[in-house]
C-alpha cells in the first residue's frame, strides 16, 4: 500500500518546538533591544516610549518563560541563544527596527498558532493567542510613536 503524502503544512513535534525555539531567541532579542532602547532613547518626544518600552521588556522576558516551558513540554532543550539586535544612535531608527520585528514576531506567531493547532496542542494554541494580543499591542504603540498606522504583519509562509 503507498503511503499517504505528507501535506507541506503537516509538522511533527519535533519540528514545532524548533520554530518555537526561533520564536524563543526572537523573544531573547526583543528583551535585549527593549531594555536597551528603554534606556538610550532620549528627548521630551520620546520620554512616554522609553517607559513603554521598559515594561515591554518584561512582558517578553514573560513570553520567553511560556515559550521555554511549551518546548520544554514538547521534549526538546530551550535555545539559549537571540538573534542579532539592531542598534542606531538615531531614535526613529531603534523604533523602527522594533516595529519590523514586532511584525515578524507576530507572523510567526500567528503561524505557530495553526500549526499548535494542526498537533491538537490546544492549550499551546491558547498560550500563543494570549502573547499575540501583547505583541500587537507593542506593534501599535511603535507605530504610534513613529506617527504611523500600525502596518498588517501578514502571515509567515
Not at 526538546?76 to 541563544?81: L, Q
Not at 491538537?120 to 498560550?127: C, D, G, L, Q
Request: include cysteine; hydrophobic fraction near 40%; charge should be negative.
Amino acid at each position: 500500500m503507498p503511503k499517504a503524502k505528507i501535506s507541506s503544512k503537516e509538522i511533527t513535534r519535533k519540528q514545532f518546538a524548533a520554530a518555537l525555539n526561533e520564536d524563543l531567541s526572537r523573544e531573547f532579542q526583543a528583551i535585549i533591544a527593549y531594555v536597551n532602547y528603554s534606556q538610550v532613547l532620549k528627548g521630551a518626544a520620546y520620554m512616554n516610549i522609553a517607559a513603554e518600552l521598559a515594561v515591554h521588556a518584561k512582558e517578553e522576558l514573560a513570553h520567553a518563560l511560556t515559550i521555554a516551558k511549551h518546548i520544554d513540554y514538547l521534549g526538546e532543550m530551550p535555545s539559549v541563544t537571540p538573534k542579532s539586535v539592531k542598534t542606531s544612535e538615531k531614535a526613529e531608527a531603534m523604533l523602527q527596527f522594533d516595529l519590523e520585528n514586532e511584525k515578524e514576531t507576530i507572523r510567526q506567531y500567528r503561524r505557530r498558532v495553526k500549526q499548535a493547532d494542526e498537533l491538537n496542542e490546544f492549550a499551546i494554541a491558547e498560550s500563543l493567542r494570549e502573547i499575540l494580543v501583547q505583541e500587537q499591542d507593542h506593534l501599535c504603540a511603535l507605530a504610534t510613536a513613529l506617527g504611523i498606522d500600525p502596518p498588517n504583519p501578514g502571515m509567515a509562509d
